[in-house]
T-cell receptor, first 113, second 115 residues
Framework: AQSVTQLDSQVPVFEEAPVELRCNYS??????LFWYVQYPNQGLQLLLK??????LVESINGFEAEFNKSQTSFHLRKPSVHISDTAEYFC???????????FGAGTRLFVKA | NAGVTQTPKFQVLKTGQSMTLQCAQD?????MSWYRQDPGMGLRLIHY???????DQGEVPNGYNVSRSTTEDFPLRLLSAAPSQTSVYFC??????????????FGSGTRLTVV
């Protein structure tokens, strides 16, 4: 069965520092990969996605993630974080042609002034 | 454009009571699903639907029923509430094509407490 592992439950970081949130998945088939963000007391919002093509995908607010098939990873990075990036981030995977998306347990990003 | 609308936002139930969580979307999405979110466990899929009249089970379907009579609505029914069903419930929808999933649009959630 498909599974997603987010290696850090909490990541504290100072404002303007770089950050990496790690995500590994288990699959031997083609997959689609997603990062979602959840701000306090809100639903999840799609941050970025990898469907095919370039392995590096970017969001409109400066996050990027790279699909690494050999390492089955899809880590999320941002070169300089802001206080407003404080949220919980979820990595998710679905098999191509499938209808189920499996989510990781989430990583809480705390950005400190 | 309202997106995905969930009602109610908060609910307290007594053990054994039944209730229906409502979900409606106005984007003409074929795919709809229900997830529950519990601390440290991420989101777990309860049930999903790929179109009106078609539903299927996810990872944790026991104790829940769904139906999809229209494209817009996908209610989730708790048959006999148990404390283990205390959770935050999210409804999500998306387009479907040969790629299956472009990414979900989520509702704002229903926080359910069973006492």
């Amino acid at each position: 069965a498909q599974s997603v592992t987010q290696l850090d439950s909490q990541v504290p970081v100072f404002e303007e520092a770089p950050v990496e949130l790690r995500c590994n998945y288990s699959s031997s088939v083609s997959v689609y990969l997603f990062w979602y963000v959840q701000y306090p007391n809100q639903g999840l919002q799609l941050l970025l996605k990898y469907l095919s093509g370039s392995t590096l995908v970017e969001s409109i607010n400066g996050f990027e993630a790279e699909f690494n098939k050999s390492q089955t990873s899809f880590h999320l990075r941002k070169p300089s974080v802001h206080i407003s990036d404080t949220a919980e981030y979820f990595c998710a995977v679905s098999d191509t042609g499938g209808f189920k998306t499996i989510f990781g347990a989430g990583t809480r990003l705390f950005v400190k002034a | 454009n309202a997106g995905v609308t969930q009602t109610p936002k908060f609910q307290v139930l007594k053990t054994g009571q039944s209730m229906t969580l409502q979900c409606a979307q106005d984007m003409n999405h074929e795919y709809m699903s229900w997830y529950r979110q519990d601390p440290g466990m991420g989101l777990r899929l309860i049930h999903y639907s790929v179109g009106a009249g078609i539903t299927d089970q996810g990872e944790v379907p026991n104790g829940y029923n769904v139906s999809r009579s229209t494209t817009e609505d996908f209610p989730l029914r708790l048959l006999s509430a148990a404390p283990s069903q205390t959770s935050v419930y999210f409804c999500a929808s998306s387009y479907l094509d040969q790629r299956s999933n472009y990414g979900y649009t989520f509702g704002s959630g229903t926080r359910l407490t069973v006492v």
